[in-house]
Protein backbone atom coordinates (compact mmCIF):
# COMPACT_ATOMS: atom_id res chain seq x y z
CA UNK A 1 0.00 0.00 0.00
CA UNK A 2 1.11 3.31 -0.98
CA UNK A 3 0.16 6.42 1.13
CA UNK A 4 0.25 9.98 1.33
CA UNK A 5 0.09 11.79 4.80
CA UNK A 6 -1.60 15.12 4.64
CA UNK A 7 -1.72 17.26 7.82
CA UNK A 8 -0.20 20.78 9.52
CA UNK A 9 3.24 20.46 10.91
CA UNK A 10 2.72 19.01 14.47
CA UNK A 11 -0.42 17.24 13.44
CA UNK A 12 1.56 13.44 14.51
CA UNK A 13 2.02 12.51 10.86
CA UNK A 14 5.50 11.28 12.25
CA UNK A 15 4.14 10.17 14.42
CA UNK A 16 1.35 7.94 13.09
CA UNK A 17 4.52 7.03 10.27
CA UNK A 18 6.36 5.68 13.05
CA UNK A 19 3.69 3.26 14.21
CA UNK A 20 2.84 2.39 10.80
CA UNK A 21 6.63 1.34 9.85
CA UNK A 22 6.65 -0.50 13.36
CA UNK A 23 3.92 -2.84 12.93
CA UNK A 24 3.48 -3.44 9.20
CA UNK A 25 7.27 -2.21 7.47
CA UNK A 26 6.43 0.64 5.47
CA UNK A 27 8.87 2.73 3.74
CA UNK A 28 9.10 6.07 5.60
CA UNK A 29 10.13 9.23 3.20
CA UNK A 30 9.81 12.20 5.36
CA UNK A 31 11.10 15.31 3.14
CA UNK A 32 11.58 16.94 6.44
CA UNK A 33 13.87 14.48 7.78
CA UNK A 34 15.82 14.24 3.94
CA UNK A 35 16.72 17.85 3.97
CA UNK A 36 17.78 17.97 7.85
CA UNK A 37 20.59 15.27 6.94
CA UNK A 38 21.76 17.19 3.74
CA UNK A 39 21.87 20.31 6.15
CA UNK A 40 24.23 17.97 9.05
CA UNK A 41 26.16 16.44 6.10
CA UNK A 42 26.71 20.28 4.55
CA UNK A 43 25.78 18.94 1.21
CA UNK A 44 25.35 21.28 -1.93
CA UNK A 45 21.46 20.64 -1.82
CA UNK A 46 21.57 20.81 1.81
CA UNK A 47 23.56 24.51 2.07
CA UNK A 48 20.55 25.33 -0.40
CA UNK A 49 17.43 24.70 1.36
CA UNK A 50 18.90 25.98 5.07
CA UNK A 51 18.36 29.40 5.04
CA UNK A 52 14.40 28.36 3.73
CA UNK A 53 13.81 26.13 6.51
CA UNK A 54 14.96 27.97 9.05
CA UNK A 55 12.56 31.05 7.42
CA UNK A 56 9.88 28.62 7.63
CA UNK A 57 9.31 28.85 4.19
CA UNK A 58 8.86 25.78 1.37
CA UNK A 59 12.18 24.66 0.11
CA UNK A 60 11.78 25.64 -3.69
CA UNK A 61 10.37 22.75 -5.93
CA UNK A 62 13.38 21.56 -8.23
CA UNK A 63 15.41 20.83 -4.99
CA UNK A 64 12.63 18.71 -3.24
CA UNK A 65 10.93 16.96 -6.44
CA UNK A 66 14.99 15.58 -7.36
CA UNK A 67 15.19 13.96 -3.59
CA UNK A 68 11.75 12.65 -3.58
CA UNK A 69 12.08 11.04 -7.29
CA UNK A 70 15.69 9.53 -6.86
CA UNK A 71 13.78 7.91 -3.24
CA UNK A 72 11.18 6.61 -4.73
CA UNK A 73 13.79 4.82 -7.54
CA UNK A 74 15.44 2.26 -4.25
CA UNK A 75 13.88 -0.86 -4.78
CA UNK A 76 12.73 -0.85 -1.13
CA UNK A 77 9.77 1.42 -2.01
CA UNK A 78 7.87 -1.97 -3.43
CA UNK A 79 7.07 -2.59 0.46
CA UNK A 80 4.71 0.09 0.30
CA UNK A 81 5.96 3.59 1.06
CA UNK A 82 4.65 6.29 3.18
CA UNK A 83 5.38 9.87 1.99
CA UNK A 84 5.90 12.42 4.96
CA UNK A 85 5.56 16.34 4.14
CA UNK A 86 5.54 15.87 0.33
CA UNK A 87 3.86 16.78 -1.60
CA UNK A 88 3.88 20.04 0.07
CA UNK A 89 1.71 22.02 -2.67
CA UNK A 90 -0.23 21.93 -5.80
CA UNK A 91 2.69 21.07 -8.11
CA UNK A 92 4.37 18.76 -6.45
CA UNK A 93 0.90 16.75 -5.93
CA UNK A 94 1.08 16.65 -9.83
CA UNK A 95 4.27 15.82 -10.34
CA UNK A 96 3.90 12.90 -7.65
CA UNK A 97 0.84 11.52 -9.98
CA UNK A 98 3.05 11.36 -13.17
CA UNK A 99 6.42 10.52 -11.64
CA UNK A 100 3.94 7.23 -10.37
CA UNK A 101 2.52 6.64 -13.23
CA UNK A 102 6.50 6.18 -14.98
CA UNK A 103 7.31 4.14 -12.44
CA UNK A 104 3.89 1.96 -13.06
CA UNK A 105 2.73 2.88 -8.73
CA UNK A 106 -0.45 4.37 -7.76
CA UNK A 107 -0.89 5.87 -4.49
CA UNK A 108 -3.79 4.15 -2.64
CA UNK A 109 -4.96 7.04 -0.67
CA UNK A 110 -4.16 10.26 1.31
CA UNK A 111 -3.89 9.69 5.39
CA UNK A 112 -5.07 13.08 6.39
CA UNK A 113 -4.61 13.64 10.83
CA UNK A 114 -6.56 16.86 11.46
CA UNK A 115 -6.05 18.80 14.28
CA UNK A 116 -6.92 22.16 15.43
CA UNK A 117 -4.88 25.14 15.27
CA UNK A 118 -4.37 25.60 19.23
CA UNK A 119 -3.33 22.26 19.46
CA UNK A 120 -1.14 22.55 17.02
CA UNK A 121 0.51 25.83 18.29
CA UNK A 122 0.69 24.32 21.59
CA UNK A 123 2.36 20.81 20.32
CA UNK A 124 5.01 22.16 18.22
CA UNK A 125 6.23 24.72 20.94
CA UNK A 126 7.02 21.81 23.51
CA UNK A 127 7.96 19.41 20.65
CA UNK A 128 11.91 17.77 21.28
CA UNK A 129 13.19 15.95 18.09
CA UNK A 130 15.93 12.98 18.36
CA UNK A 131 19.40 13.87 16.63
CA UNK A 132 19.82 10.69 16.00
CA UNK A 133 16.63 8.81 14.73
CA UNK A 134 13.99 11.64 14.30
CA UNK A 135 11.84 10.23 17.10
CA UNK A 136 9.63 13.36 18.35
CA UNK A 137 8.24 13.88 21.97
CA UNK A 138 7.28 16.40 24.12
CA UNK A 139 9.90 18.63 26.09
CA UNK A 140 10.81 16.69 29.15
CA UNK A 141 13.11 14.03 28.61
CA UNK A 142 16.69 14.43 27.11
CA UNK A 143 17.38 10.86 25.85
CA UNK A 144 15.06 9.43 23.13
CA UNK A 145 13.32 6.82 24.39
CA UNK A 146 13.20 5.18 20.70
CA UNK A 147 17.51 4.96 20.41
CA UNK A 148 19.24 6.43 23.31
CA UNK A 149 19.98 9.48 21.55
CA UNK A 150 19.82 13.23 22.62
CA UNK A 151 16.39 14.94 22.45
CA UNK A 152 16.76 18.85 20.90
CA UNK A 153 14.65 21.47 19.76
CA UNK A 154 14.46 22.25 15.99
CA UNK A 155 15.07 25.76 15.07
CA UNK A 156 11.90 25.53 13.10
CA UNK A 157 10.30 24.96 16.18
CA UNK A 158 10.83 28.02 17.96
CA UNK A 159 7.86 30.41 18.31
CA UNK A 160 8.94 33.42 15.96
CA UNK A 161 8.83 29.98 12.99
CA UNK A 162 5.57 28.06 13.95
CA UNK A 163 3.42 30.90 13.06
CA UNK A 164 5.56 31.31 9.58
CA UNK A 165 5.48 27.70 9.03
CA UNK A 166 1.41 27.83 9.87
CA UNK A 167 1.12 30.32 7.34
CA UNK A 168 3.06 28.46 4.87
CA UNK A 169 1.14 25.38 5.38
CA UNK A 170 -2.66 27.43 5.04
CA UNK A 171 -1.56 29.30 1.97
CA UNK A 172 0.33 26.04 0.28
CA UNK A 173 -0.41 22.62 1.69
CA UNK A 174 -3.94 22.71 2.83
CA UNK A 175 -5.58 23.11 -0.99
CA UNK A 176 -4.01 19.43 -1.10
CA UNK A 177 -7.18 18.26 0.95
CA UNK A 178 -9.44 19.08 -1.62
CA UNK A 179 -6.53 17.27 -4.24
CA UNK A 180 -7.10 14.14 -2.84
CA UNK A 181 -10.58 14.31 -1.89
CA UNK A 182 -11.36 15.02 -5.96
CA UNK A 183 -8.98 12.09 -6.46
CA UNK A 184 -11.39 10.27 -4.34
CA UNK A 185 -8.68 9.23 -1.90
CA UNK A 186 -8.95 11.67 1.17
CA UNK A 187 -8.97 9.43 4.27
CA UNK A 188 -9.36 11.92 7.23
CA UNK A 189 -8.69 11.18 11.28
CA UNK A 190 -9.01 13.38 14.16
CA UNK A 191 -5.57 13.50 15.32
CA UNK A 192 -6.39 15.56 18.67
CA UNK A 193 -6.61 11.94 20.95
CA UNK A 194 -3.69 10.60 22.30
CA UNK A 195 -1.38 8.79 19.62
CA UNK A 196 -2.40 5.40 20.33
CA UNK A 197 -5.67 6.01 19.92
CA UNK A 198 -5.61 7.75 16.62
CA UNK A 199 -3.18 4.81 15.36
CA UNK A 200 -6.05 2.53 16.36
CA UNK A 201 -8.61 4.77 14.01
CA UNK A 202 -6.54 4.92 11.34
CA UNK A 203 -5.76 1.16 10.97
CA UNK A 204 -9.50 0.66 11.17
CA UNK A 205 -9.58 3.37 8.62
CA UNK A 206 -6.94 1.86 5.71
CA UNK A 207 -8.80 -1.60 6.60
CA UNK A 208 -4.95 -2.73 8.11
P1 LIG B 1 6.82 19.94 9.60
O1 LIG B 1 7.02 19.58 11.02
O2 LIG B 1 6.57 21.38 9.33
O3 LIG B 1 5.88 19.02 8.91
P2 LIG B 1 9.04 18.87 8.06
O4 LIG B 1 10.00 18.16 8.92
O5 LIG B 1 8.15 18.07 7.19
O6 LIG B 1 8.24 19.84 9.01
O7 LIG B 1 9.78 19.95 7.12
C1 LIG B 1 10.63 20.94 7.67
C2 LIG B 1 10.95 21.99 6.60
O8 LIG B 1 11.57 21.36 5.46
C3 LIG B 1 9.74 22.71 6.02
O9 LIG B 1 9.35 23.81 6.80
C4 LIG B 1 10.28 23.14 4.64
O10 LIG B 1 11.13 24.25 4.73
C5 LIG B 1 11.12 21.96 4.23
N1 LIG B 1 10.36 20.95 3.44
C6 LIG B 1 10.03 19.69 3.82
N2 LIG B 1 9.33 19.06 2.85
C7 LIG B 1 9.21 19.95 1.83
C8 LIG B 1 8.58 19.93 0.56
N3 LIG B 1 7.90 18.84 0.13
N4 LIG B 1 8.65 21.03 -0.23
C9 LIG B 1 9.31 22.12 0.18
N5 LIG B 1 9.90 22.23 1.37
C10 LIG B 1 9.88 21.16 2.20
ZN1 LIG C 1 16.41 8.43 18.64
Excluded: W
Amino acid sequence: MNLVLLGAPGAGKGTQAQKLVAEFGFVHISTGDLLRSAVSAHTELGSQAESYMKAGKLVPDELVIGLVKERLSHDDVEKGFLLDGFPRNCEQAQVLDAELATLGKTLDGALYVNVSKDLIVKRLSSRRTCRACAYTAPAGCDVCPACGGQMYQRDDDKPETIQKRLETYETQTAPLVDYYKAQSKLKEVDGAADPNEVFARVKKLLSL
